[in-house]
């Protein structure tokens, strides 16, 4: 606000002194204008920019070295609006012009070349953006030097976009040479190094090394409370970039805490209507959907859209990742004829403003995908989640983790409409790509590996569903412990498919040990702990140890009644398994008693007919 005021004032004074189209009232135009959007008024600056241009074309000429820089200034703050079309005219106008006035190696050129690749990008043609992006860096780099502020810029551009194309080692490459270069040129709290470290951590992310991901934006955070201070709008950002990586590694309320920080800081700084405090407010409305507090959630999702529309515009991208939010909310909700209207509109607008096969506009046909699977429209479905997979493949290619996550999108769908073998084709495709683009040791391959013993198990191929949970198994207990619940889980399954290939002894070791496990870490009590004791018993009755069986069943259902209550799932199963091992002891023993049993314990008489 400071300095807008002084910017206004010297405007006002350089109208008054020297006149409006004097070249020094167009600058504190210009400086204005930066200003103004910096403080939220986005739309104000795109005004004053339009008329400085207009301006210097009437008094200086196209080709005049203020006016290309004015195209230039003007295509950037369209292109911030979200109105790419009329960016792309004038940046390309600008580029022509300046190659043939200055030449192809003067720094203006360069700067046009760069921001040409950057708009490409954020229009979602990642693969049409990376050669001019890198043509902009060679040329710094012969004309400025490989340590110019501007040619790291480049490097740094260039590496961001090979992380979202999905050429992880290329873009760490890249993104590391520009670390070091800022580091020295600028010192390690600068904005450009903290920015550079925050896009390492997001190619941590990207890889799946969580840990890594955290760890770096922590780094990035304290740097930047450090060296600019608590209030500082990057400092707000860096809060903002930790509390969605915390949130994406399942600490939620971590995440929670952060960004409501985030929230506030921005409020503070910037005014409860600005884009950027709008847009942290969906992050914070998105964390709360993870938690579970709809109601909230629903709240924020909506006072972000509304105010996002009001600042920005109904169509830009970063309001249509709220509208898209707030659908899968809806959807999450069972407000499902909404939350169709919201994500069918949203995905309208992203493909008319973004293209068919922009990132944005690839979420929006996975969600649609998701929220017609859930009103039963399987087969229009299957067409949304197949049109994101070519869209991914052309746009980030076969081994990008967001193309792996629309192959198995596809192959949930597929599993879901009972085509089994395709959708084991597919599972077995994501596999692939995950052990290729991210390694063998990565929790998304343990996941990957795990949805196609999933697959192999409903298909009835069990002995092949056998090494796949195996192998689960033991990678999940390197990368997540032996004792996490889904890795006993999986060792559970292990048993079972033992029990049914008839390797009965390795069958019921292994889910002793479960057990074991479960009732080490919950207790005897637990649902999880009793669960295993059900599978348990169904190992030792396929090996016809009856009366151990009934031991451990006895207790174990009684418990399950006591601590969940006779409606109980668990209940209900272990009540079952108990009938059925009644049964069978009767017919080995009909003078045993175990009719009576039946009758006293499950009120169940096993000479009833049908029984």
Request: net charge negative; aromatic share 4%.
């Amino acid at each position: 606000p400071a300095a807008m005021i002084l910017h206004r004032e010297a405007l006002e004074t350089s109208r008054r002194v020297l006149g409006d189209d004097h070249p020094n009232t167009l600058n504190t135009m210009g400086n204005l204008a930066i200003t103004l959007n910096k403080t939220g008024d986005p739309q104000g600056a795109l005004l004053l920019l339009e008329g400085v241009l207009t301006k210097r074309r009437a008094l200086l000429g196209n080709n005049h070295f203020h006016t290309l820089v004015s195209i230039s200034n003007l295509s950037s703050m369209l292109q911030e609006v979200g109105e790419f079309e009329a960016a792309m005219v004038l940046n390309d106008e600008a580029l022509e012009r300046s190659r043939t006035q200055l030449g192809e190696e003067h720094p203006q050129t360069l700067t046009v070349l760069g921001n040409k690749g950057v708009m490409l990008k954020e229009m979602g043609k990642g693969r049409v953006a990376l050669p001019y992006l890198e043509q902009a860096r060679d040329l710094s780099r012969v004309v400025r030097g490989d340590d110019h502020p501007e040619t790291l810029g480049l490097i740094h551009n260039v590496g961001a976009l090979q992380r979202s194309l999905g050429q992880f080692s290329a873009a760490e490459k890249s993104l590391q040479e520009a670390l070091a270069g800022f580091t020295v040129v600028f010192g390690e709290g600068h904005l450009n190094t903290l920015g550079t470290l925050g896009e390492l951590g997001s190619l941590h992310r990207d890889l799946g090394r969580h840990a890594e991901a955290v760890a770096a934006f922590r780094e990035v955070l304290e740097m930047s409370r450090r060296f600019q201070g608590d209030g500082h709008p990057d400092t707000l950002q860096y809060i903002g970039m930790l509390g969605t990586a915390l949130k994406e590694t399942g600490e939620l309320e971590e995440s929670k805490s952060y960004l409501m920080e985030a929230l506030e800081g921005s409020r503070a700084l910037l005014g409860v209507n600005h884009p950027e405090t709008l847009i942290v407010l969906g992050m914070y409305g998105a964390t709360l959907l993870s938690l579970g507090e709809n109601d909230e959630a629903q709240v924020c999702l909506r006072q972000a859209l509304d105010g996002l529309r009001d600042e920005l515009g109904a169509e830009h991208p970063d309001t249509l990742i709220v509208a898209g939010n707030l659908g899968y909310l809806l959807w999450a909700v069972g407000q499902c004829e909404e939350a169709m209207l919201v994500q069918k509109d949203t995905l309208e607008k992203r493909r008319a403003l973004l293209g068919n096969e922009h990132p944005l506009t690839l979420v929006g046909l996975n969600n649609m995908g998701m929220l017609l699977r859930s009103i039963g429209s399987q087969d229009e479905a299957l067409a949304h989640l197949q049109e994101a997979l070519a869209g991914a493949q052309k746009t980030y290619g076969g081994l990008h983790p967001k193309t792996l996550a629309c192959i198995k999108a596809v192959a949930f769908q597929l599993q879901a409409s009972g085509r089994l073998e395709e959708s084991e084709q597919y599972y077995r495709e994501a596999l692939e790509g995950s052990r290729t683009a991210l390694g063998g040791n990565s929790l998304d391959t343990l996941r990957n590996i795990l949805d196609v013993g999933i697959v192999l198990v409903r298909s009835g191929k069990y002995e092949d569903a056998l090494g796949f949970y195996r192998e689960y198994t033991d990678l999940g207990s390197q990368l997540l412990g032996e004792s996490a619940d889904e890795v006993l889980e999986a060792k559970s399954v292990v048993g079972l498919l033992l029990k049914v290939l008839g390797i009965q002894d390795e069958a019921k070791t292994v889910i002793e040990e479960v057990v074991a496990a479960y009732e080490s870490k919950h207790g005897a009590t637990h649902e999880l702990t009793l669960g295993a004791v059900d599978s348990l018993a169904s190992v030792l009755l396929k090996r016809s140890e009856l009366a151990e069986a009934l031991e451990l069943l006895l207790p174990a259902y009684n418990s399950s009644i006591e601590n969940h209550g006779p409606e109980n799932t668990t209940t209900q199963m272990l009540r079952n398994r108990l009938l059925t091992c009644l049964k069978a002891l009767h017919a080995s023993d009909p003078t045993g008693g175990f009719d009576k049993q039946a009758l006293e314990i499950l009120g169940e008489d096993l000479f009833q007919e049908g029984q």
